[in-house]
């Protein structure tokens, strides 16, 4: 194999070039790294081991004459044993490049990966075994891709409508997809699919993860498999399972026509990327790549012990952000997705993660400065999961701009308020105007307001089970949500009877109602929008089988409420009112000077200062009107639109509403009512100003005003 004369330390990873390909690899500590090459035809077959023959700055450099794409080939990287020092180089290891555009192969076993043996304790070695049989390889990829003229839809913020969805899941039962694109990126991409989504009116969908991610050999042992995919291995390498086109490249270029066919019908793709940690676990699990390659370099180790690793993640390991190589790395992968694969955005698992360059979090942190500035990072959507293991790990309102966040108090505030729980008023109507007692100076949008994901119970299951059902996990049901925060209709699990499920789906509206009339970033998950189960359990990460498969048999129920839903988005689609730029203000927080937003009593007359500090108040009435300004610091202001009253029942008894406006003028039309057959107002009768509108137990409301003007719509009761 002939070495090139030339070659460069950057771009980091493999790169096709003129009559060869160019290696770069970053590892600060090491003596010597190895390249070996194999046979495209026989991936067990070494074909080539050349030692990369330059070092630039801790980067390891060599370019090979007649290696194009399609090459498989590894790294064994030579250095100090010396986990008591941080150091766990093993060249017995075949390790995966970093940088890899694509992997392919299994893991076979787990004893082949093992850096290290224990020799009694407090002491290792490293194993002698080589692993070559029995892990992945990383493969010379070309990354030219005709776009055909496509460009990013571009989504404000105020518009978008997040969708999340499993590659796998969404497609696998789906007859709309064709049956040899089903599981896949193209089943993804294929027209059904968009057609569905579509219709539903989501302007975004968010992909649960895609980087090429391994199976934690407990569940291995178990028959199951990581199916959420957050055990990163490769963040440049699209997942290959997932690829109708074979795993030897064509994942790359596959995972490109579904992102060019989503944009296309005015879609976005947004991925949730998984930085924090990766699957190698702690000292204890395989030497797959970044631990053979620098462990010092890439992991946080513990400050007692560099043995052992730091853990924030719950994973076994935490990426050390505090390295500039690994602050370029994360940097280098967003950016690839961003321009060579063609996505509009990401969501980051455990996001504080990427703001502890020591033990706390620090919104200032390299990584987020960088990101701010960066001329292309900065421009597509960022969305934070703020939260982690660590100390001060519960960051929501924590994050610095242009980041978006996961907003956890949107979805506990409003699970705890239709469940009945008490003194939840302030903090309901808090969550419904954009949370702004966390992101006052950031704006509504900064809240993507959810109230289940794939985390966690589906809303189907959130209103019909008391206890999580995670048997069929292997842990003896200890993992998943501890507790269900929804009042779930009195009665466990399925049901026949008529009542029970209409209270359901009752509640389950109620649910979809707030969530996209509320200010901020809408957030559906899949299935949810036609009643979906995953016979109650709320942690089904290790389930690729038909507890997390979409199953598009409906019911009757499921059939209404998706029709509901589609409502709920077209509705939200027509008004701004319910979609923002500025925070609403009213007599809710600063006197009823600018009214934009009212809030009274049933009785009509307004809420004063102590209505909101009632523990037993659990109701409330909202009036949204249409051409209200926002703030005066902000220079927007909202086009005239309709306005709109929206009430509020979770009390366990119905409730009669007095509708605010002038009795003579004012008119108010009932256009969603969560306790009608299919939760529209379709065939009611208008209602004056100062008519009661009965409001059922555990119910919602919303009335356009359909007569009179806004300022007479804003006549209440004085007693």
């Known amino acids: 194999m002939k070495l090139l004369p030339d070659s460069l330390p950057s771009p980091l990873g493999a790169t096709p070039q003129a009559g060869g390909t160019n290696f770069a690899l970053f590892s600060e500590h090491a003596w010597a790294v190895d390249l070996c090459l194999f046979d495209p035809e026989d991936h067990q077959r070494e074909t080539a081991r050349v030692r990369l023959p330059h070092r630039t700055d801790g980067v390891w450099h060599g370019a090979l004459a007649g290696v194009g794409p399609g090459t498989p080939y590894g790294y064994r990287v030579h250095g100090p044993f010396a986990p008591q020092s941080g150091h766990r180089f093993n060249p017995y290891k075949l390790l995966l490049d970093p940088y890899a555009k694509a992997i392919t192969g299994p893991i076979l076993g787990q004893e082949a990966q093992r850096g290290a043996l224990a020799t009694s304790p407090g002491t290792e070695e490293p194993d002698p075994f080589d692993s070559a ?41 789906a007859e709309f997809v064709p049956e040899p694109l089903r599981g896949t990126y193209a089943g993804l991409g294929s027209p059904g699919a968009l057609a569905y989504l579509e219709s539903l009116g989501i302007t975004s969908i968010q992909l649960l993860p895609l980087h090429h991610h391994v199976d934690d050999q407990f569940l291995v042992e178990k028959g199951r498999t990581n199916y959420w995919g ?214 509504p949008q900064a809240s993507v307001n959810f109230l289940t994901s794939h985390d966690g119970f589906t809303l189907r299951d959130l209103v019909s089970y008391h206890e999580k059902r995670n048997l069929e996990n292997g842990e003896e049901n200890r993992d998943g949500e501890a507790h269900n925060l929804s009042w779930n209709c009195g009665q466990e699990g399925p049901s026949e009877d008529p009542a029970v499920r209409a209270l359901r789906q009752r509640q389950a509206r109620n ?87 009212l809030w009274f009593r049933a009785n009509g007359c307004l809420m004063h200062h102590d209505d909101w500090h009632d523990p037993d108040r659990k109701r409330i009435g909202m009036l949204l009107t249409g051409s209200a300004r926002t703030r005066k610091r902000d220079w927007r202001r909202s086009a005239h639109d309709d306005s709109f009253v929206l009430l509020f029942n979770a009390e366990h008894k119905p409730k009669n509403f007095v509708l605010p406006g002038q009795p003579e003028t004012v008119q108010w039309t009932a256009i969603i009512d969560t306790a009608s057959e299919n939760g529209l107002g379709q065939g009611r009768q208008p209602l004056a100003g100062g008519d009661t509108f009965p409001l059922a137990a555990h119910a919602t409301a919303v009335l356009r005003l359909s007569a009179g003007e806004e300022g007479e719509a804003q006549v209440f009761p004085t007693s």
């Open 511 to 597: 649910f979809l109602t707030t969530l996209f009339l509320s200010q901020g970033i809408p957030f559906l998950m899949q299935g949810d929008e036609f009643g979906r189960t995953q016979r109650g359990n709320n942690n089904a990460y290790c389930q690729d089988n038909e507890i997390s498969w979409l199953d598009w048999r409906w019911d009757e129920d499921g059939q209404n409420l998706q029709v509901f839903v589609r409502e709920l988005i077209a509705l939200r689609k027509r008004h701004a009112i319910f979609r923002r730029h500025g925070f609403l203000e009213g007599n809710f927080l600063r006197g009823d000077q600018v009214r934009d937003v």
């Open 133 to 173: 049989e029995s892990v992945p390889r990383s493969l010379v990829v070309a990354v030219d891709f005709d776009w055909q003229g496509t460009s990013r839809p571009q989504v404000p913020l105020s518009e978008t409508i997040v969708y999340e969805a499993h590659v796998k899941g969404f497609t696998q039962l």
């Open 230 to 443: 957050y055990s990163s291995i490769g963040f440049f390498a699209p997942h290959a399972e997932y690829s109708a086109s074979g795993p030897l490249g064509g994942q790359v270029r596959e995972f490109q026509e579904m992102v060019r066919a989503f944009h296309a019908a005015g879609m976005e793709v947004i991925l949730d990327v998984v930085y924090n940690h990766t699957g190698e676990g702690n000292e204890r699990g395989p030497t797959l790549a970044f631990r053979g390659i620098d462990n010092l370099s890439y992991y946080r180790l513990s400050p007692e012990n560099l043995a052992h690793y730091w853990d924030v993640t719950g994973t076994g390991n935490t990426i050390n952000m505090g390295h500039p190589m690994v602050v370029r790395l994360v940097l280098d992968s967003l950016r690839y997705w961003v321009e060579v694969m063609g996505v509009d955005g990401f969501r980051f698992d455990l996001a504080p993660v990427m703001g502890r360059e020591g033990r706390y979090f620090n919104s200032e942190s390299s990584f987020f400065r960088a990101v701010r500035q960066d001329p292309v990072l900065s421009q597509v959507k960022l969305i934070a999961e703020p939260w982690d293991l660590g100390h001060d790990g519960y960051q929501v309102g924590g994050f610095p701009r242009p980041w978006r966040e996961l907003n956890g108090k949107f979805r506990d505030s409003l699970r705890q308020f239709w469940k009945g729980d008490p003194g939840l008023l302030a903090q309901f109507a808090y969550r419904l105007t954009g949370s702004e007692d966390y992101y006052r100076y950031r704006g």
